[in-house]
């Protein structure tokens, strides 16, 4: 979501003079120290483990086993990269070779690291139940974003977070870290443009963006570096500020999506290989791998569910994020020929088996379904509805919306006259009330589809993959875990290959 309309509520000028400027945490004595930890499914039996550091490692190194006395295999990459504005260096490591659903400890090679641990993914066609969050318009929380009370104990092995200070979204997801495998989140990630909402920032816009940014990935960290965390992108990582035709302004490093491909272009991957007997499956999976950008379009497979990721900020026909769209953050394009992003969609829905893989998500950033219509994005709706629809995707998780909201499923803003029992249209949740510096958005008006709306506190999505015919979404309180809503989705599934 935008910031326009809370500018105005900016502190008087006196105050901005009186107030200190940005403040970066110290740096630490041992600059290969890891910080900012974060975790990616990157294919079958594969993860790539990623980290910063405050100097460039010539040779980034991961020990990992299956004990953490017993790290006895190491992996390591020459991937160690920054941009212009960054105090830090982005590190990658894929670990590779792993037992499929499987306990691994890990250990980045460092004199000031520690021992953590993750869950390596499940094979595409694992009928095993299991649970994804989707979590999304997250922001930092501190003195850049906004402070609570809550449980102050420490939390995870690495790193420890702040005591002082908690984000119930993110306080929710390390109590319950043994109940979910992995997290979406597409989109409004850090919400470091937002620095101009402190007064201590306003003469220091570079710092502040920076702090920012690490601040919010070291408060992240006990989470994604447990569980892989797949990112996609939204209008809050194209550029240093929304304040309309200022994105010119940002200094290298803080436009066009500058630090989300530094951090996640490296570690998410690009399309699986099908694992169909088919051969139009595998040829088009193949086409989708070729044309797909990460971390911009992206797919993976997990068990039982096939999971697209979508740029709904560039890459197709008017396009609020690149130049001449209704955002004006002059950003991308980032494919070869314009519809690449579409083709690549396109041909990755197409290679689904749903014997392998019975479940197909899709997760974009701004929706087209929400209550009330001023954030409704009517040129996503035109260039991925119809792609949605006839593919037969079963859920599409979105956010840019404040809020948590569930929807019918629906075509063409007409509600499947088979509700949640075997639909063809795709199911539609919006979950952007996880938590920022610019608060919750009122539900407004609802809609003829609308089941369920929430904006009284922050809150996120579980989606359970209960067997191959049964999904359940629930929305959860952040603050005391209550749940908010709960609805299961029956689809029959008996085509193997859908074309509607």
Partial sequence: MGLFAVVKGLPPLAAALAAAAATYAPIPADLTTPLQQRLAISGPNTVTVAWNTFQQLAQ???????????????????????????????????????????????????????????????????KTPFQMNAVIDLGVYGRDGYTIKADKRRRDDIPAVDPSLNHTTIHRLAQTINDYEFIVHPGDIGYADDWILKAHNWFDGKDGYQVITEDFFNQLAPI??????????????????????????????????????????????????????????????????????????????????????IDTETDFTDAPDQPGGSAHLGAGPFGSYARQQLDFLEADLASVDRAVTPWVVVAGHRPWYTTGDSNACAPCQKAF??????????????????????????????????GLANPKAPMYIVAGGAGNIEGLEDVGTNTTI??????????YATVSFLDAQRLRVDFVRSDNGVQLDSSVLFKQHAQRFVVQ
Wanted: aromatic residues 12%.
């Fill in 224 to 309: 994604a570096g447990r569980k892989p965390y797949m990112a996609s992108p939204g209008n809050h990582e194209a550029s240093c500020q929304e304040v309309p035709l200022t994105s010119g302004l940002c200094p290298s490093g803080q436009k066009n999506f500058t630090d989300f491909i530094n951090r996640f272009g490296r570690t998410m991957p690009a399309a699986f290989a099908s694992t169909s007997a088919d051969a139009p499956a595998k040829v088009a999976a193949n086409r989708a791998r070729v044309l797909s950008n990460p971390p911009f379009w992206y797919s993976f497979e997990y068990g039982m569910v096939h999971v697209a990721m």
């Fill in 60 to 126: 980034p190194c991961v020990q990992y086993g299956t004990a953490p006395g017993a790290l006895s295999r190491q992996a390591c990459s020459t991937s160690s990269v920054t941009y212009a504005t960054s105090r830090t260096w982005s590190n990658v490591v894929t670990v590779s070779g792993l037992t499929p659903a499987a306990t691994y400890y890990y250990k980045i090679v460092s004199t000031n690291s520690t021992v953590g641990h993750f869950f390596s993914p499940r094979l595409p066609g694992d």
């Fill in 450 to 459: 609308n089941r369920f709306a929430y904006a009284d506190s922050f809150s």
């Fill in 385 to 418: 509805e119809p792609l949605l629809y006839r593919y037969g995707v079963d859920l599409a998780i979105f956010g840019h919306v404040h809020n948590s909201q569930r929807f019918a499923p629906a075509v063409n803003g007409t509600a499947d006259p088979a």
